[in-house]
């Protein structure tokens, strides 16, 4: 059981440099979602997408951009890395169309910028 | 907007002794509402959910958790703990009829000593 993929698990960037975090789901769920887990902080969302085709922003989307590739896929780009962005990066998907469904989460990114 | 307070970012408890952790949230209108608990290096896993009916909510791994609309609590308990319950417990809530995803709190690590 898949459940959550993200890729990769670890990487280290210089400050500027670009990349983009992979994420994919094989539970067929609808809605799609990438936190950002900083210490003392819990987890706060940069995007959401709730269905295939649309994405929203969260509560801290500077420096950040989505794409829901498909119905199983989302990705994370960080265009100009910066070293605030720092963090590690946690995927979620959640089925049905209401907000008492629980999400499922990956094993997260753990994202360096020097 | 909705918030969540955990009170205590760290508690110890001894091994057998009974495990609180406490979650406050801020909605007037009393919101979904969820604990996960994040083991060293992985993602969050779905302890236990509260949407409506029986106020006393049994999780997984001999948790539960009360919602208490006067008190605008959903605090964590378990009876005895457990070695194994050593981790990062987060409570989270997301808003009836709204977007699905979740607003977190900062996390409480919880400490068994032998």
């Known amino acids: 059981n898949a459940g959550v993929t993200q890729t990769p698990k670890f990487q280290v960037l210089k400050t500027g440099q670009s990349m983009t975090l992979q994420c994919a789901q094989d539970?067929?769920?609808?809605?799609m979602y990438w936190y950002r887990q900083d210490p003392g902080m819990g987890l706060r969302l940069i995007y959401y997408?709730?269905?295939?085709?649309?994405?929203d922003k969260g509560e801290v989307p500077n420096g950040y951009n989505v794409s829901r590739l498909n119905k199983r896929e989302f990705s994370l780009r960080l265009e100009s890395a910066a070293p605030s962005q720092t963090s590690v990066y946690f995927c979620?998907?959640?089925?049905?169309?209401?907000?008492?469904?629980?999400?499922?989460f990956g094993d997260g990114t753990r994202l360096s910028i020097l | 907007a909705q918030s969540v307070t955990q009170l205590g970012s760290h508690v110890s408890v001894s091994e057998g002794a009974l495990v609180l952790l406490r979650c406050n949230y801020s909605?007037?209108?009393?919101?979904?509402l969820f604990w996960y608990v994040q083991y060293p290096n992985q993602g969050l896993q779905l302890l236990l959910k509260?949407?409506?009916?029986?106020?006393l909510v049994k999780g997984i791994n001999g948790f539960e958790a009360e919602f208490k609309k006067s008190e605008t609590s959903f605090h964590l308990t378990k009876p005895s703990a457990h070695m194994s319950d050593a981790a990062e417990y987060f409570c989270a809530v997301s808003d009836k009829g709204g977007r699905r995803a979740l607003t977190f709190g900062s996390g409480t690590r919880l400490q068994v000593q032998p």
């Open positions: 909605s007037s209108v009393p919101p979904y």
């Open positions: 997408s709730a269905s295939e085709g649309t994405t």
């Open positions: 509260y949407t409506t009916g029986a106020t």
């Open positions: 539970m067929n769920h609808n809605s």
């Open positions: 979620a998907s959640s089925g049905g169309h209401d907000s008492n469904q629980p999400q499922h």
